[in-house]
């Protein structure tokens, strides 16, 4: 029986998994094991297969900066493929990356994330002018602080001062609760999370947009 067929039925699991590919957590590298002769028709696939792959990591770099792995002609997320490695079972959600680092697949570095709270734990998107994810500055000059939460935009301001938007803005996302600290944070470029304590600066509040 292929390899193909063996993996198609019944689909893959766990088991299966570990049997095919060791995995190391402190790295987050996975490499192809010694595969047994049963996965294969001949001696001589066999053989080349180990020749060729046996001790090597697995996988391929993706546009997106994820890695992923070729099982039986299915390309498989190589974090979703952790997870089931680790725990037993696919992940119900999203596998969010700590650090923001999609290539970085340390078992540390790695949790399961509604899509709500892996979009709470964003790098700053490159469009961001401010320097600062939530705050934005109108045309008139003044600077507004914004999160979303439970679905709602909220939004205060205007502010005269950058740093007034900014203090408010980390105030609100702590206060939301529901925020990695690491959100909107550039941890390539070596900033590190604040923790500001939530102030209240005289202003208009605004839910919903301007």
Wanted: net charge positive.
């Amino acid at each position: 029986m292929s390899e193909a067929t063996r993996l198609a039925t019944p689909e893959l699991t766990a088991d299966i998994a570990r049997e095919l590919l060791e995995y190391d957590p402190d790295t987050g590298v996975l490499t192809w094991r010694w595969r047994d002769r049963k996965w294969f028709k001949t001696d001589g696939a066999w053989a080349s297969r180990n020749a060729l792959w046996a001790g090597k990591p697995a996988g391929s770099d993706h546009p997106a900066g994820y890695r992923k792995v070729n099982i039986a002609g299915k390309f498989i997320w190589v974090h979703r493929l952790i997870w089931l490695m680790q725990t037993g079972a696919w992940p119900a959600h999203h596998i969010d990356h700590i650090d923001h680092d999609t290539s970085n697949n340390r078992w540390e570095n790695l949790r399961e994330a509604t899509p709500e709270e892996n979009a709470r734990n964003q790098r700053r998107n490159v469009r961001n002018k401010s320097g600062r994810t939530g705050v934005h500055q109108d045309r008139s000059g003044r600077w507004w602080a914004r999160v979303r939460s439970m679905g709602e935009r909220l939004e205060r301001g205007p502010f005269k001062e950058f740093w007034q938007a900014e203090l408010v803005r980390t105030g609100m996302q702590r206060a939301a609760g529901d925020y990695h600290p690491n959100h909107g944070v550039d941890l390539k470029a070596g900033e590190v999370p604040e923790h500001h304590d939530i102030i209240t600066i005289e202003t208009d509040v605004h839910r919903g947009g301007r």
